[in-house]
């Protein structure tokens, strides 16, 4: 597991960490709420360990379905210079990772794709969402995807 894709040095511009949050918790309480998309897409709140704090974060994510219990997120940020901080999170505590959707909370271990992987992967998203293909083309570094599969049941 890598998490070591560098911000780029242009990319779209977010609008304000205030405007953000407020946006963010709206659209959490559509997905618990148990909204089948969110902005378009099929969508589910990532729960993270901050990365520095170890608090818990939760940010609302659009989703791949990739088979059976494993989905792939984008860290896209709306194509801006920089990898979201939920990303870092993932990269500190892989091992304090869930999600929630259709009123499931499903415990998850993440995995950043590369190579082949990626680009297969990446392949599949703007395939099923254009808006992807359109972040690409605003900043100039990859956009990490990341598998996200289920956490097996520890053995009772």
């Known amino acids: 597991m ?21 946006i963010n918790a709206w659209n959490m309480r559509r997905i618990r709420g148990k909204a089948s ?11 993270t360990a901050g990365a520095k704090s170890g608090a818990p974060r939760h940010t609302p994510v659009a989703y791949f379905p990739d088979g059976s219990d494993s989905w792939l997120i984008c860290a896209s940020a709306a194509g801006a210079a920089k990898n979201p ?5 993932l990269r500190a505590h892989p091992d304090k990772v869930q999600i929630q959707f259709d009123g499931r909370t499903i415990a998850v271990i993440p995995e950043q794709l ?36 289920a956490r097996p049941n520890p053995a009772s």
């Open 85 to 89: 901080d939920w990303y870092y999170n």
């Open 37 to 47: 998309k969110v902005m378009g897409f099929p969508s589910l709140v990532l729960s």
């Open 114 to 149: 590369s190579g082949q992987a990626r680009e297969q992967a990446w392949r599949q998203i703007k395939s099923n969402a254009k808006r992807f293909a359109g972040y690409e083309q605003k900043t100039d570094r990859e956009l990490p995807v990341i598998r996200l599969r």
């Open 2 to 22: 890598s998490f070591d894709t560098p911000h780029g040095t242009r990319g779209a511009k977010l609008p304000s960490k205030k405007l953000m949050n407020w």
